[in-house]
């Protein structure tokens, strides 16, 4: 019996080491991040108040006490003392053995497991060393040894997450400055700016796409958008001859954008608020802290500068005024109705904002109108954003990059246009504080008007959207949570978030059985 539950017990540590490093790395190693989502969300909630979590501590304190206390325990008593035990004893076994098969069920569907980064294979190689030396030592109570290595497994993570994160400022600290001298050997590169709460991959996206039309351009990848990624970006790109650095910037805390912003000097030319919402506001802490954050980008404006602003952000109307006091810049309010048409691979409406950002910098850069009409046909949205796909009638749109409150209300007014069902799969919004249940009652209450069908990938924040649901008589009559979505003829199906991109490969394989 011992090596069954032995041999069950080290897959299940091996899936809870991987689980663990999975939110680590998703949360950037970043303890603020991970506090967040243990306290505000459903999985990290789990992590501690889980049913299964919750028996195991009650049977690891009541295995302590009775080990520890057995001779102190009258005679009489004795005998239920052992049935207690025995009772303790099957309980333990049960466990392991359930999460075991669980565990090892699971493989079909896939663990989930961070990419193999070193600072993850270390972690998880080191830990895995320790839990197997842990119970090859067998230094206690066999139900008891196995329940203090459970216990132990997430606590050593997040010290060595937390002491790896002390040396890695040592290393970001080197980059950085490494690759301030890299920048400062190149005196005519211009850098192009882009911060703000939603926007700003597509907009960087677009604006590079355009500049290196006619120029040599260099961009940061994907959402490479903080001070190290930046750094390392810097130092491995080819910047000889290079006319443009088109960069992403993003923060949780004021003094972030200002640092990636110390990498350049003053080779900033042009900064790009695409706007400010709720997103990150568990990290922020209110609106004003966001502003204050993003206005960081402004303030690394070089002289001669342009910065410009989202005429539609309500939100970032402080900040222009903030901007418009200054002379050493120029101040410039961008809104869409210069975009009459947009290029044929963008089909949402929502993107002529991003696109109108993108053409005024590139003019401010020195791009000809002739140029950028000739460019335009060419630009191309980033991966898994608002990408359409037409399967059996069915149009599939991939948005699942990334989601915040702006661009589900957005892609959610996109699908308003289509014919046919229309299903909603989304991961509810993270991270957004105090704001959460507002922002959740009005994607509810906007997708009950619009759509036939909703998938929620996880139970967070459900409550909050049933509330907006509610609000609308006559509206939608599925709400679905964790499961797929309905198979469809003809129609729409939008997938928003990173957690629906598992949904949209399961329905694209249920589609073809």
């Not at 919750?54 to 003392?81: A, D, F, H, R």
């Not at 790109?237 to 993003?250: P, S």
């Not at 954003?385 to 959610?412: K, W």
Request: proline share 3%; glycine share 6%; hydrophobic share 45%.
């Amino acid at each position: 019996m011992y090596n069954l539950v032995f041999i069950v017990f080290l897959i299940r540590s091996a899936r809870t080491i991987l689980y663990h490093l999975f939110w680590w790395e998703r949360k950037e190693y970043r303890v603020d991040r991970m506090l967040v989502h243990l306290r505000e969300t459903r999985q990290g909630k789990r992590w501690l108040l889980s049913i299964l979590s919750i028996i195991k501590w009650i049977v690891l304190v009541g295995m302590i006490i009775l080990l520890e206390g057995q001779e102190q325990i009258p005679n009489e008593y004795e005998k239920s003392l052992v049935y207690v035990g025995i009772g303790f004893f099957a309980t333990t076994i049960g466990l392991y053995l359930f999460e075991g098969v669980r565990d090892v069920l699971a493989l079909r569907s896939g663990w989930k497991k961070p990419p193999p980064r070193i600072r993850v294979v270390v972690i998880g190689l080191f830990v895995g060393a320790i839990v197997l030396l842990l119970l090859l030592s067998r230094f206690y109570y066999f139900p008891v040894h196995f329940l203090l290595i459970d216990k132990f497994i997430g606590p050593l993570i997040a010290f060595l997450i937390i002491l790896s994160n002390r040396l890695f400022e040592i290393h970001k600290k080197r980059k950085i400055r490494l690759a301030r001298e890299k920048i400062a050997r190149y005196p005519n590169l211009v850098v192009v700016g882009i911060t703000g709460s939603y926007g700003k991959t597509t907009t960087k996206e677009l604006t590079a796409q355009l500049l290196a039309s006619a120029y040599k351009t260099v961009k940061t990848f994907a959402s490479q958008n903080s001070d190290i990624g930046i750094a390392e970006r810097v130092l491995k790109a080819n910047l000889t001859g290079a006319d443009f650095f088109v960069c992403e910037m993003a923060a949780y805390h004021p003094g972030e954008i200002a640092s990636s912003c110390s990498i350049f000097g003053n080779k900033i030319s042009v900064a790009i608020i695409t706007g400010i919402n709720e997103q990150h506001q568990s990290l922020f802490g209110s609106l004003d802290t966001t502003r204050r954050s993003k206005y960081e980008l402004i303030e690394a404006l070089g002289d001669g500068g342009v910065a410009l602003f989202n005429a539609a952000s309500d939100q970032s109307k402080q900040m222009i005024e903030w901007a418009k006091k200054q002379r050493r810049f120029t101040t410039r309010v961008i809104n869409t109705t210069s975009i009459k048409h947009l290029p044929a691979s963008i089909h949402a409406l929502h993107f002529k904002q991003n696109l109108a950002f993108a053409i005024a910098a590139v003019k401010a850069c020195g791009m000809s109108d002739t140029a950028i009409k000739k460019a335009l046909d060419t630009l191309q949205l980033p991966e898994k954003t608002m990408h359409e796909t037409v399967r059996r009638g069915v149009t599939i749109i991939d948005d699942t990059f990334n989601a915040n409150p702006d661009a589900v209300y957005a892609a959610l007014e996109h699908i308003k246009t289509f014919k046919g069902t229309k299903i909603l799969v989304l991961q509810p919004l993270i991270e957004l504080g105090s704001f959460a249940d507002s922002v959740h009652e009005k994607i509810g209450e906007l997708a009950t008007t619009i759509c036939d069908e909703v998938v929620l990938a996880n139970k967070n924040w459900y409550k909050a959207f049933m509330q907006g649901a509610a609000r609308v008589s006559g509206g939608l009559t599925k709400v679905k949570v964790g499961k797929p979505p309905s198979l469809i003829k003809r129609g729409v199906i939008l997938f928003e978030g990173k957690e629906a991109d598992v949904w949209m490969k399961g329905y694209e394989e249920r589609e073809e059985e």
